[in-house]
Nanobody, 124 residues
């Protein structure tokens, strides 16, 4: 019923910029909190940045000052602008969202969904 699709990953050199997008689709009533996570090879998945429905944001210390998270509630899409990329930013980036969607007879409770991930590779 609900799908999160990331796009925008790729291979870049250190110091360059990438912008990731996460589009939420389905029988959506409202998308609440959203977040970007990443997982590097051999490491646990970690929170990169989060954004509330009112666009309050928070960042991990490792990306603060370099990454900007934003969202467009009109099209249920979240973005991650990644500036001054470093080789240590190399990972699969995942979109995460709490979504209220339509069900028979009404609305669901907020349900957490993940995207399939998009690879970001930063060469030195």
């Amino acid at each position: 019923q609900v799908e999160l699709v990331e796009s925008g990953g790729g291979l870049v050199q250190a110091g360059e910029t990438l912008i990731l997008s996460c589009a939420v689709s389905g029988n959506i009533v409202r998308v609440n909190d959203m977040a970007w996570y990443r997982q590097a090879p051999g490491k646990q998945r970690e929170l990169v940045a989060s954004i509330t429905i009112t666009s309050l944001t928070d960042y991990s210390d490792s990306v603060k000052g370099r990454f900007i998270i934003s969202r467009d509630n009109g099209i249920n899409t979240m973005y991650l602008q990644m500036d001054s990329l470093k080789p240590e930013d190399t990972a699969v980036y995942y979109c995460n969202a709490d979504v209220i969607h339509r069900i028979a007879g009404g609305f669901s409770s907020p349900t957490n969904y993940w995207g399939q991930g998009t690879q970001v590779t930063v060469s030195s």
